[in-house]
């Protein structure tokens, strides 16, 4: 089944910095591909989505980069701010169901 | 923004004993997913469901696992009976359309000992 996996494991930075998430998957056939935050303590969160018919989405400080012949994605953030220290995780969902598969997150620290 | 809330957040129960989740889900959400975390790993699908029937689940979704939605009422995961490897977080989400993002409740944390 589809595997999903994330790089790096952790990062730091100092706030303003910008960073670089990167994510790949196995299964050729997912179309969707949503990323969540989780900050401590809290739930995860939706924060940006791309289909398979798209190369790119932006919104706000966040840029998403979508590969489909190298299945990969990357997750620009920038102008990070302390707000922003969190676990960050990709997604991928096949066409065959609706179920997600999670990679096993970024940890993201900003300190100010 | 709309809320899936989990009840109870933690849970410490005997080995062999029932145990049931619940998940309120988004009023107008129509999809219901459990996920299950093992401390330090990777966040794992167990179920989704839809209209009243389960659609897809994975091999940790074991025999003694069933979930359902009585009358629009909380979405449950209940285990009946518990293993020791059953200790985990489990995240309930729902979605409105099969291919939309989840909405995640906080988890509950179960302990079986």
């Known amino acids: 089944g589809e595997q999903v996996e994330q790089l790096p494991s952790s990062l730091i930075v100092q706030e303003g910095a910008s960073v670089l998430i990167n994510c790949s998957y196995t299964?050729?056939?997912?179309?969707?591909f949503p990323w969540y935050k989780q900050e401590p303590g809290k739930r995860l969160q939706f924060i940006i989505d791309?289909?398979?018919?798209?190369e790119r989405k932006q919104t706000q400080r966040l840029t998403l980069l979508f590969d489909k012949k190298t299945k990969h994605l990357s997750l620009h953030i920038t102008a990070t701010q302390p707000g922003d220290s969190a676990i960050y995780f990709c997604?991928?969902?096949?066409?065959?169901?609706?179920?997600?598969?999670f990679g096993s997150g970024t940890r993201l620290l900003v300190s100010p | 923004g709309p809320k899936v809330l989990q009840i109870p957040s933690h849970q410490i129960i005997d080995m062999g004993q029932m145990v049931t989740l619940n998940c309120d889900p988004v009023?107008?959400?129509?999809?219901f997913y459990w996920y299950k975390q093992i401390l330090g790993q990777q966040m794992e699908f167990l179920v989704n469901?839809?209209?009243?029937?389960?659609?897809?689940k994975s091999k940790l979704f074991k025999d003694q696992f069933s979930v359902e939605r009585p009358d629009g009422s909380y979405f449950t995961l209940k285990i009946q009976p518990t293993a020791l490897e059953d200790s985990a977080v489990y995240f309930c989400?729902?979605?409105?359309?099969?291919?939309?993002?989840?909405?995640f409740g906080s988890g509950t944390r179960l302990l079986v000992i």
């Open positions: 997604s991928a969902r096949g066409t065959g169901g609706y179920k997600v598969v």
């Open positions: 299964d050729s056939a997912s179309v969707y």
């Open positions: 791309i289909r398979s018919n798209m």
């Open positions: 009023s107008n959400h129509l999809y």
């Open positions: 469901f839809y209209n009243g029937k389960v659609m897809e």
């Open positions: 989400a729902s979605s409105l359309f099969g291919d939309s993002d989840y909405t």
